[in-house]
Antibody, heavy 123, light 107 residues
């Protein structure tokens, strides 16, 4: 099982960026997926989660209204559209798989993580 | 929003037992997850549903959760256990919440 993130870059404040996560070695559409970020030298912050069928999408208050999570099960891929980026969004962004198959109204723990993709926001 | 409190650091002698706490309002009513993150690496799930271990995690790692405190216990601590440890729950809005993390030093 492998998750590989891409799309991280240096962008100016106020600009947009789209992150991608390619999954392999698992039945992707069985599991909810998440984005978790970690600012340099700081702790973990959950960003967003999406159910296996995209019916449920939730966001941290810090990104609500600016970030959009989506997935394409046919492509085994997870995405994060990030708009109106600020210096507070600078972080290593991890893609993480939900531990439990299916979605019964509650997310589970994160049992598989990618290596992350770095987002830097600076003028 | 829901807040989880962890001590910034915990030290333990090799072979002894380390306990890392995670405090939250009535956290005993929630499922708690624990992650280990070694320097320069992605986090690894070590405990789920308060006390269950994923396959491959040593039995030395155990968890408990009651009242306002969840605890990760590492028995017979080894140098390889040095890492940052994070607790995590889901709040009532299905938003993920992490504790601030605890740096475990084995000395």
């Amino acid at each position: 099982v492998q998750l590989v993130e891409s799309g991280g870059d240096l962008v100016q404040p106020g600009r947009s960026l789209r992150l991608s996560c390619a999954a392999s070695g698992l039945t992707f559409d069985d599991f909810a997926m998440h984005w978790v970020r970690q600012a340099p030298g700081k702790g973990l912050e959950w960003v967003s989660g999406i159910s296996w069928n995209s019916d449920t999408k939730t966001y941290a208050d810090s990104v609500k209204g600016r970030f959009i999570i989506s997935r394409d099960n046919a492509k085994n891929s997870l995405y994060l559209q990030m708009n109106s980026l600020t210096a507070e969004d600078v972080a290593l962004y991890y893609c993480a798989k939900d531990r439990a198959a299916g979605y019964a109204g509650n997310f589970d723990g994160f049992d598989i993580w990618g290596q992350g993709t770095m987002v830097t926001v600076s003028s | 929003s829901y807040v989880l409190a962890q001590p910034p650091s915990v030290s333990v002698a090799p072979g002894k037992t380390a306990r890392i706490t995670c405090g939250g309002d009535n956290i005993g009513s929630k499922s708690v997850y624990w992650y280990q993150q070694k320097a320069g690496q992605a986090p690894v799930l070590v405990i789920y549903y308060d006390r269950d271990r994923p396959s491959g995690v040593p039995e030395r790692f155990s968890g408990s959760n009651s009242g306002n405190t969840a605890t990760l216990t590492i028995s017979r601590a080894e140098a390889g256990d040095e890492a940052d440890y994070f607790c995590q729950v889901w709040d009532n809005s299905r938003e993920g919440v992490f504790g601030g993390g605890t740096k475990l030093t084995v000395l």
